[in-house]
């Protein structure tokens, strides 16, 4: 959305119209002040923006354009002529003011352009996110033979990624603590050959961290993909109560990589 953020001067001069006459001095006390001029540029430029896409733009003339930007200032309770004096006296007697002000604004912006693509990125996530088991897994809430347990049907060729956050705590009394996870034909879950997926060792510090599994589905018959979240040498009873397994995430990419 935010992809007219960057700031040059010749084009709000160009709202305010000619700001280069000297005829009169300004008073400081119809000026603009610094905080509210800030707001006016970001909120001038978001504009700006907007009438700038294609599908917004067909939908205005030019004069409805200009418009659209003095009813920016209108809103403000500030009219063209007084924003033609704030600038010219910034651009005059205080450039380099000018351009932290503009600074300030483009930070604005920038700052923006961030909470949109994070926002983005979440609502993406969500969307493609297919996990349908638990949200979250705390131990020793669930039963020690348990382990937060998963099962999942593969049903086509192509990539299982399984993201999710784990806090583990240093003073666990587990070793080599780590996720198990395997596929099998239906028909052969107790007694069928297990693919294993290449594991990873969960980091003891107490604090939250972000692991993938990429679970490659090679045949195009149906899989079990069936796994435990917390795995360790010496079992899962040795958790004392401090592994919190969060933010799990499941996507899927058919076809083979």
């Given at each position: 959305?935010?992809?007219?953020?960057?700031?040059?001067?010749?084009?709000?001069?160009?709202?305010?119209?000619?700001?280069?006459?000297?005829?009169?001095?300004?008073?400081?006390?119809?000026?603009?002040?610094?905080?509210?001029?800030?707001?006016?540029?970001?909120?001038?430029?978001?504009?700006?923006?907007?009438?700038?896409?294609?599908?917004?733009?067909?939908?205005?003339?030019?004069?409805?354009?200009?418009?659209?930007?003095?009813?920016?200032?209108?809103?403000?309770?500030?009219?063209?002529?007084?924003?033609?004096?704030?600038?010219?006296?910034?651009?005059?007697?205080?450039?380099?003011?000018?351009?932290?002000?503009?600074?300030?604004?483009?930070?604005?912006?920038?700052?923006?352009?961030?909470?949109?693509?994070?926002?983005?990125?979440?609502?993406?996530?969500?969307?493609?996110?297919?996990?349908?088991?638990?949200?979250?897994?705390?131990?020793?809430?669930?039963?020690?033979?348990?382990?937060?347990?998963?099962?999942?049907?593969?049903?086509?060729?192509?990539?299982?990624?399984?993201?999710?956050?784990?806090?583990?705590?240093?003073?666990?009394?587990?070793?080599?603590?780590?996720?198990?996870?395997?596929?099998?034909?239906?028909?052969?879950?107790?007694?069928?050959?297990r693919h294993y997926v290449e594991t990873i060792k969960y980091i003891k510090d107490g604090l939250p961290h972000?692991?993938?599994?990429?679970?490659?589905?090679?045949?195009?018959?149906?899989?079990?993909?069936?796994?435990?979240?917390?795995?360790?040498?010496?079992?899962?009873?040795?958790?004392?109560?401090?592994?919190?397994?969060?933010?799990?995430?499941?996507?899927?990419?058919?076809?083979?990589?």
């Amino acid at each position: 959305m935010i992809r007219f953020i960057t700031i040059s001067l010749p084009i709000l001069l160009l709202i305010s119209g000619s700001c280069s006459s000297r005829k009169n001095r300004v008073e400081h006390s119809n000026l603009i002040p610094e905080k509210e001029l800030v707001d006016l540029i970001t909120e001038l430029y978001l504009t700006d923006g907007l009438l700038s896409i294609p599908k917004t733009s067909q939908l205005y003339s030019l004069s409805d354009t200009l418009k659209a930007h003095l009813d920016v200032l209108k809103m403000h309770g500030y009219t063209k002529e007084i924003m033609d004096m704030t600038l010219k006296y910034y651009y005059i007697k205080k450039p380099k003011e000018l351009i932290k002000i503009y600074d300030q604004a483009l930070g604005i912006l920038s700052e923006m352009q961030s909470r949109y693509e994070a926002e983005v990125a979440q609502i993406q996530s969500r969307i493609a996110n297919i996990w349908d088991g638990e949200s979250s897994y705390l131990l020793p809430e669930i039963p020690a033979n348990d382990s937060a347990s998963f099962v999942l049907k593969a049903k086509s060729q192509g990539v299982y990624s399984l993201t999710y956050t784990v806090t583990l705590s240093p003073v666990d009394q587990s070793f080599n603590t780590r996720p198990l996870v395997y596929m099998c034909h239906p028909d052969s879950i107790s007694t069928g050959k297990r693919h294993y997926v290449e594991t990873i060792k969960y980091i003891k510090d107490g604090l939250p961290h972000i692991y993938n599994l990429n679970i490659k589905v090679l045949e195009k018959s149906n899989f079990y993909i069936r796994g435990l979240f917390y795995d360790s040498e010496n079992g899962p009873d040795k958790s004392d109560g401090v592994l919190r397994i969060e933010k799990i995430n499941l996507t899927f990419t058919p076809g083979l990589l």
